[in-house]
């Protein structure tokens, strides 16, 4: 089947077949009844009526110039811009309800757990860490609604590394390395230590006291009833409440996160936030900046590694995987801009909203606290953070220096 027909199959009967008497009733391309299906597609995700019923009809009647389909998909794509180029609007917005999905958890014993950041594109078009990934877990049992890693893991199953331990402390670490990250497979703490993960991984970064983990969680779950090595970092990814409660479902609210985040700094832990992924939607300009007001007001900024910023960033098949699956959702109500071969806002959108984020904080914590930009444009780093690095290289070497001097920091008695 084309890539047409894999969505219009994917549609409600009530979509569907209005859709396949359009293109019965008009002369359509190939690529115009793709477009068609996608934007009815995404018009069911917003929960917005078929442009199939609302489309004008008379007027497209009356031409007398064959051109009759061409005609449909202008005023179609009239409509969908009409949606896409303002702030997404959430207030009469309420999701379908997501019930826990009943995962089942197995242990594995996987082969390589070490793995290249997935994020990065030829050209150095964005800036990248080059992070390392540990995927000491595959699969999530949370269900946010721009996630890719559903799709990437069998559905039900969740995977943990049973040997994890043993495997982590024969690994030989290849130079170069000094950042690794486990929260691209799974949130970082969705298991805790049920399965040995963090006791393996305190271990690990006891024997490697030059390598950085960093872990990243949704969650609020409490691990901290004991110590971990200073240089195993908690991070919690956090949101506006509007885009927690409408597309991050089944996480905890935001201040779960940040109750959980001061759990880990009392415990002794640093700590980070990402703030990401920023959607521009009506209220982001109040949302996003009292953010900045509970991190200030819950945190000094010696007790935080990082702040990273970011935006919501698609690739064509997980454009199409979110259009097939078909879940209530409003992410895709945005202009979708090409973006160094992905989707994302245009740079102007970009630039607003995180220079408004990091302006919101008290001038102490953008001085000392190191802000950086996840998978950005470079031309976005000076006219938001002041700074910008001439290649990932030079971005890397001092987000390294910055993490370093914050562990040793911890490290003095």
């Not at 997404?88 to 950041?117: E, V």
């Not at 920023?278 to 109040?286: I, L, S």
């Not at 509970?294 to 098949?317: R, V």
């Not at 454009?319 to 895709?332: A, D, H, I, M, P």
Request: hydrophobic share 35%; net charge neutral; proline share 6%.
């Amino acid at each position: 089947m084309s890539a047409a027909d894999d969505i219009i199959a994917a549609l409600p009967e009530g979509r569907r077949k209005p859709l396949l008497a359009l293109f019965s009733r008009y002369h359509f391309t190939e690529s115009q009844k793709l477009e068609a299906a996608k934007a009815e597609a995404d018009l069911r995700q917003w929960k917005e009526t078929p442009y199939t019923e609302i489309a004008p009809y008379s007027d497209i009647d009356r031409r007398g110039d064959g051109r009759k389909g061409d005609a449909y998909i202008i005023g179609l794509r009239k409509h969908m811009h009409s949606l896409r180029s303002c702030e997404t609007d959430y207030s009469a917005f309420m999701p379908a309800a997501h019930p826990r999905p009943k995962y089942r958890i197995a242990t594995i014993d996987k082969p390589a757990i070490l793995g290249k950041c997935p994020c990065p594109v030829d050209g150095e078009k964005t800036r990248c860490c080059k992070l390392t990934t540990l995927d000491a877990v595959e699969q999530c049992a949370f269900s946010c609604s721009y996630c890719s890693v559903q799709a990437f893991y069998a559905e039900n199953e969740i995977r943990a590394v049973g040997n994890l331990k043993e495997k982590l402390l024969s690994l030989t670490i290849p130079d170069g390395i000094w950042h690794i990250g486990t929260g691209q497979a799974s949130d970082s703490l969705l298991l805790g230590d049920d399965y040995g993960t963090l006791s393996a991984l305190s271990a690990f970064a006891s024997a490697h006291p030059d390598i950085v983990i960093e872990l990243k969680s949704k969650s609020g779950r409490d691990v901290f009833s004991t110590p971990y090595p200073p240089n195993m970092i908690f991070t919690w990814s956090l949101n506006a409440p509007t885009i927690i409660e409408k597309e991050e479902h089944l996480t905890a609210s935001l201040g779960k996160r940040l109750e959980s985040a001061m759990r880990a700094r009392d415990n002794g832990s640093l700590v980070g936030f990402h703030i990401h992924p920023m959607v521009y939607f009506k209220g982001w300009d109040e949302e996003y900046p009292r953010i900045a007001e509970e991190i200030a007001k819950c945190f000094s900024p010696s007790d935080i590694c990082m702040i990273s910023m970011g935006t919501l960033t698609f690739t064509k098949h997980m454009l199409r995987t979110l259009r097939e699956r078909g879940e209530e959702s409003k992410v895709l109500e945005m202009e979708l801009t090409p973006a160094a071969g992905k989707f994302s806002y245009p740079l102007d959108v970009k630039e607003r909203m995180f220079g408004t984020m990091h302006r919101s904080f008290p001038e102490e914590y953008r001085k000392s606290v190191f802000f950086y930009l996840c998978m950005e444009d470079p031309s976005l780093w000076h006219p938001v953070l002041g700074r910008g690095y001439s290649s990932d290289k030079d971005f890397e070497m001092d987000m390294k220096k910055h993490y370093l001097k914050r562990i040793e920091e911890r490290r003095k008695p």
